[in-house]
């Protein structure tokens, strides 16, 4: 082999193949970090639409459960809160949600209709008496009701002590039949014929903000009666929710328009007549609109967008990605005359 052959065989790379070999690479590089950065985006704005479809379900679904029982009385087939529905023991509820009046609070006090019923517009942090950080511009809902399924309680005979609730502590009950009710705190049981007893309830939803490390983040807030109302949030990224009450202002059961609603309406524009039924108006529906809001920005992102939630427009100017879900309850109980 002669010395041009091996100098030949041990020669390397020239300065321009290095050059053409590494701009190759950084293209084929380029390629695959771009390829690479569209994932990961990709991957944070369908992580970010799953938490808000996931969020804003679930509110919806918490609060159209509960709009769904709202003024169920167990056997009991009045109008709750007149002269049959009385009370036995102390009924002392602490922190008590009281809202637009007595009339408001947790049990009938025979001073007028006793609302199953009411929301408002928060213009304050303090709306009802029992909370002070609600979001200013998002709505407080309160209703009332019994749990559906009535207590089993073990039959006596006559001479025997009345039974006393032990399965569950710290709660109010109403013991009612189709004409009577008297509500009474966990103890013996009062005497009623024929009747069923039932836990009795009172829930109130609102937003507030919570500090959560360096951001503040929305959560849906709900409120439970045990023998004292007690707040807990139930959901994080829940920045707005709104109702507007369907009300059938017709009172002629005889009327083409009785049973249908006429109008939908606002809290902030709702009356004390229309929240108390008077003259034989009632609220037959609910429309429910939630906002969700991610818990964390994302910089990448610009929203300017503007959602409508009824009868108003909510603009936002900020790196959050947005979901607006709304449905209609129909209040069955407000038609229910017997079952």
């Not at 459960?65 to 007149?82: A, E």
């Not at 002269?83 to 007595?102: D, K, M, P, Q, W």
């Not at 309160?142 to 089993?152: G, H, Y």
Request: overall charge negative; charged content about 15%.
């Amino acid at each position: 082999m002669t010395k041009n052959e091996i100098n030949k065989k041990q020669r390397g790379f020239s300065l321009l193949e290095l050059m053409i070999s590494l701009a190759v690479g950084l293209v084929l590089f380029a390629g695959v970090m771009s390829i690479f950065v569209g994932m990961r985006t990709t991957t944070a704005e369908t992580t970010g639409y799953g938490e808000l479809q996931e969020n804003g379900r679930f509110a919806i679904s918490v609060l159209s459960d509960d709009l769904l029982r709202q003024n169920f009385w167990g056997s009991y087939v009045g109008t709750f809160g007149g002269a049959a529905i009385t009370r036995s023991g102390a009924l002392a509820v602490g922190n008590e949600c009281t809202g637009a009046g007595l009339n408001n609070g947790t049990f009938p006090n025979g001073i007028g209709p006793f609302r199953t019923l009411w929301g408002e517009t928060v213009t304050n942090a303090d709306p009802m008496g029992c909370f002070d950080d609600a979001r200013l511009g998002s709505d407080v809902i309160q209703i009332k009701r019994v749990l559906a399924s009535p207590l089993e309680i073990p039959a006596v005979p006559p001479a025997q002590p009345v039974p006393v609730i032990a399965t569950v502590t710290d709660n109010f009950f109403l013991v009612t039949n189709m004409t009577n009710g008297i509500l009474f705190p966990k103890g013996a049981v009062p005497n009623l014929s024929n009747a069923q007893v039932w836990q009795y309830q009172h829930h109130v939803y609102y937003v507030r903000d919570e500090p959560q490390g360096t951001d503040t983040v929305p959560v849906l807030m709900q409120g439970q009666l045990t023998t004292r109302m007690s707040f807990a949030p139930i959901i994080d990224g829940i920045e707005m929710i709104r109702f507007m009450y369907g009300v059938d202002t017709d009172t002629n059961p005889t009327a083409a328009g009785y049973g249908i609603v006429d109008a939908f309406i606002s809290a902030d524009n709702m009356t004390s007549d229309l929240w108390d039924n008077a003259g034989g108006t009632r609220i037959l529906a609910v429309k429910i609109y939630v906002l969700a809001r991610n818990v964390l920005p994302d910089n990448k992102y610009e929203n300017k967008s503007t959602y409508k939630l009824g009868d108003i427009d909510y603009t936002v100017d900020d790196n959050y990605r947005r979901l607006l879900f709304s449905s209609t309850i129909t209040l069955y109980n407000s038609q229910i005359t017997a079952w």
